[in-house]
């Protein structure tokens, strides 16, 4: 029996599926959100250096990690969209789009509390702080553009090429702040030497990464979900869930 | 080749707009002695920093007329129609644009130079890195200014989405300048600026190309 691939590129019928599985996910987001606050805060160890303040990394590398991986996924979605003219994969963009930059302010808002008592400042111009900052505005560069365009397939389009452009320019951008900063030599911490970490926080730290991705892809499963009844609101299937008084 | 000759003989009929970006360059970089206190130290490290910012902005500030004049009156709808690569098409308005005011500001970046005390050989870094580097921001604002033709707010919008990309030209730019200033050797900046133009020249026309399909679907 052959499979069929395409059989969840259709809006209606991935609607059905997203709506089974969103359940799931924010299921297992909230079991490993509960593991991994509990091991950071009760299990794994004060640090001898930091003290209790280092217990913000549970939160602040998840959300960095999902920052960065979030954009990629968003302009690989986006160039799919684009190269193959599905509209899923479309929307998909769009809706990775708000919690990538979510992140991108959880990461940079944590970063400057963890700042605070550990360099005594809020923000240093260090290469990771620069392209954090950096990747926020390309975030929201792509949703403004969106939003700015009517026209929902041209908007999907356009959102796509910027965010590719973004893409093949993460790197440059990432070189270019490390280079410029090690030129000026300003920053007097450095944060890229990262102290040998006990197993316990290792631990809890990789459950908080699974919790936000499981987070993540039910948010944006929603999301999707409901771009989905937007553009398809002039269609028979909606019409018919509207009939029915289901919505899931 | 055409188009460019066409371009810059449209600039030529309205002057005004070329004068327009060089002036608003020079006010900006006016500015800032102004704003910080006139005391020349302080003036000549701001300075590489100060002409760049001002140069991104201007050449920014006009990118809106890079596609819109040829969509309003048509134009560019016959121009994607035609069978010449729309690539090229794009690549020879980038130009022109460059021409128009990317070269002015050069010229005038010397004498601003002057206005924050920079040595003679600061001054000679500070244009070749300009002259290197403002065809690599009209080049990546061509992508901006196609996605974002005809949508209302499009030159805040072009904002966003440019300025972000200009960040790694801005950096060696002005980093140029301040390495000689500094003693050190200037010559990576310029080969990286070198670099940035020869990537753009070749990716940035199609990439704007494609915008401009999907803008004029």
């Known amino acids: ?248 | 080749m055409w188009i460019i000759k066409r371009d810059l003989l449209l600039a030529m009929r309205r002057q005004s707009d070329v004068l327009t970006t060089l002036f608003f360059f020079i006010i900006v970089v006016s500015l800032f002695p102004l704003s910080v206190g006139p005391e020349m130290n302080m003036l000549r490290t701001m300075a590489p920093g100060v002409v760049w910012v001002a140069a991104l902005l201007a050449s920014m500030l006009s990118l809106g007329r890079m596609f819109s004049n040829d969509y309003l009156d048509g134009t560019l709808e016959q121009m994607l129609l035609s069978p010449q690569s729309l690539s090229l098409l794009v690549l020879g308005k980038a130009l022109a644009h460059w021409l128009v005011t990317g070269v002015p500001l050069v010229l005038m970046a010397p004498v601003l130079g002057i206005q924050y005390d920079l040595p003679v050989e600061a001054l000679f870094v500070l244009t070749t890195a300009l002259l290197l580097g403002t065809p690599v921001l009209s080049l990546i604002g061509a992508i901006g200014a196609a996605l974002t033709l005809g949508l209302r707010g499009g030159g805040v919008l072009v904002s966003l989405l440019v300025l972000p990309l200009y960040i790694p030209v801005l950096i060696f730019g002005a980093g140029a300048v301040e390495a000689n200033m500094a003693g050190v050797g200037f010559d990576a900046h310029l080969s990286l600026i070198g670099a940035f133009l020869l990537v753009s020249l070749v990716f940035a026309p199609w990439a704007a190309a494609s915008s401009l399909r999907v803008s004029l679907e």
């Open chain 1, 1 to 248: 029996m052959a499979i069929n691939w395409f059989k969840y590129s259709s809006p209606a019928s991935f609607y059905s599926l997203a709506g089974k599985m969103i359940p799931i996910f924010v299921f297992v987001a909230l079991i490993l959100l509960a593991a991994g606050l509990y091991v950071g805060f009760f299990v794994a160890p004060t640090d001898f250096q930091q003290g209790e303040a280092y217990r913000i990394i549970f939160i602040h590398v998840p959300a960095a990690w999902m920052s960065m991986f979030l954009y990629v996924v968003m302009a690989f979605w986006a160039g799919i969209g684009l190269a193959f003219n599905t509209r899923l994969s479309s929307m998909l963009a769009t809706a990775i789009a708000p919690t990538g930059a979510m992140f991108t302010f959880i990461a940079l808002w944590t970063g400057a509390l963890w700042g605070k008592p550990m360099w005594g400042t809020w923000w240093v111009w260090d290469a990771r702080l620069t392209s954090e900052l950096i990747l926020f505005f390309l975030y929201i560069g792509f949703m403004s553009l969106q939003a700015a365009i009517d026209d929902p397939r041209r908007a999907d389009k356009a959102g796509a090429i910027i965010a590719l452009v973004g893409v093949v320019n993460i790197p440059i951008i990432y070189f270019s702040v490390q280079w410029w900063n090690t030129l000026h030599q300003g920053a007097s911490v450095s944060v890229n030497q990262a102290p040998a970490m006990a197993s316990t926080m290792l631990t809890g730290m990789l459950i908080m990464v699974l919790a936000s991705w499981m987070y993540s892809i039910a948010i944006i499963l929603k999301r999707t979900r409901i771009i989905i009844l937007e553009r398809e609101s002039h269609t028979a299937w909606v019409a018919e869930l509207q009939k029915k008084g289901v919505m899931r």
